[in-house]
């Protein structure tokens, strides 16, 4: 991790198309400006986080059971042979 010391008003740029600033600082918090292109997604790290856990446990497969309750629930039309 790079850490760097910044005042406001002062910048930090990314690659060639991101811009960080910082835009104000009040206790503990600090206020970033953030210029970068429409397609470069931005997150906050908490709602990151929190995303990465939701899909997660979307893709969890059912156990056996849960599948053959499921099963007894939905008829499936057999496919006829011919």
Do not use: F, H, W
């Amino acid at each position: 991790m790079l850490a760097l010391t910044r005042k406001v008003g002062e910048q930090i740029i990314i690659g060639d198309n991101i811009v960080i600033t910082v835009v104000d600082v009040k206790g503990d918090g600090v206020r970033l400006g953030i210029d970068a292109p429409r397609e470069i997604r931005i997150y906050r790290g908490e709602i990151y986080q929190a995303v990465v856990a939701e899909n997660k446990e979307a893709t969890v497969p059912l156990d056996v059971g849960c599948l053959n309750v499921l099963k007894d629930i939905v008829k499936i039309p057999s496919k006829k042979n011919g």
